[in-house]
């Protein structure tokens, strides 16, 4: 038997082998059904301007401690909205799609609670 014999009677199979994986990988990924976005609500404490475009936000525990800010810089897309009534906590929504994108709202009483974050000039 040549070289060239052996080399195809051992690398055929493996081609085989390898194109059956790829088609039953690709048959999974398209037969499988979509992942439901993960949802997180959470009361807001503060907001924070850092530059334009550029926020922050400390985030209310259940038990009532203030944890570190949390940047939007990870988030794909985010809102702010001002319609929570007077009284009311403010919040914030994410949302983690299934392509693992994360869009965040937060929801103010007013603009006016968008805090300056030790920036020297908020006008710039």
């Known amino acids: 038997m040549s070289i060239t014999k052996i080399t195809n009677f051992i690398l055929e199979p493996l081609f085989i082998m390898a194109m059956f994986f790829v088609v039953v990988f690709a048959i999974s990924k398209i037969t499988s059904s979509p992942k439901t976005p993960v ?30 800010p949390r940047p939007l810089s990870w988030s794909r897309s985010f809102v702010i909205i001002a319609d929570v ?40």
């Open 39 to 68: 949802e997180k609500t959470y009361n807001v404490e503060r907001v924070f301007l850092h530059e334009p475009g550029v926020y922050s936000y400390l985030i209310k525990e259940p038990d009532g401690r203030l944890i570190s």
């Open 85 to 124: 009534p007077p009284k009311q906590p403010m919040w914030v929504r994410e949302v983690l799609n299934p392509a693992g994108e994360t869009t965040t709202t937060i929801h103010l009483h007013d603009a006016s609670e968008i805090n300056n974050a030790g920036r020297k000039n908020p006008e710039e």
